[in-house]
């Protein structure tokens, strides 16, 4: 008669335990790495911020001058290395439009200490530019803002630095 085996020294339930044993460490470890790498892209008063933005979006939007916003972008950009960032600004007419500021806001989503913003120069009518420098390789979002009086028109984009 053979004395029955415990079903623990099975090297399938053995592999069974073991996988399950670092499937559970992995989620414990990218748990950990979650909570305590928290980039903290959220603002301090975003209520108080999304309460202002519903309340005066249809204001903002009865007052859209209609301008055509489109950005000048390097074909390739390089970390470190200076770029000529523009935006060409037209009103509805197609007539070049002189706003009071325009600033070029890089936004890095995944650290938010990395974020800058560069008052931008009008080089021509209804043309401004900057140089740009990335500090860091990946990918960045770009706000470029034109200020006329009380109202603030945007233009987003996306940039990848030092990727082909």
Avoid: C
């Avoid at 523009?86 to 002189?98: C, H, L, N, Q």
């Avoid at 530019?129 to 009380?150: C, M, R, Y």
Wanted: no cysteine; charged share 20%; glycine share 8%.
């Amino acid at each position: 008669m053979t004395e029955k085996q415990s079903p623990w020294r099975n090297p399938w339930v053995q592999g069974w335990i073991g996988l399950l044993v670092v499937f559970l460490m992995a989620n414990g470890v990218m748990i950990y790495l979650a909570l305590t790498n928290n980039p903290g892209l959220v603002v301090d008063d975003y209520y108080e911020r999304g309460q202002d933005y519903e309340k005066n979006m249809l204001k903002r939007q009865a007052r859209d001058p209609g301008w055509e916003m489109k950005v000048i972008a390097p074909e390739r950009v390089d970390v470190g290395i200076p770029a000529r960032y523009g935006v060409r600004i037209t009103g509805s007419d197609g007539y070049p439009v002189a706003p009071d500021l325009v600033t070029f806001y890089a936004y890095r989503p995944a650290n938010s200490k990395l974020d800058f913003s560069i008052p931008m120069e009008a080089t021509d009518s209804g043309v401004y530019e900057a140089n740009v420098s990335f500090p860091q390789l990946g990918v960045w979002d770009i706000l470029i803002s034109a200020k006329h009086g009380d109202d603030e028109y945007n233009l987003p984009y996306r940039v990848s630095a030092g990727v082909n």
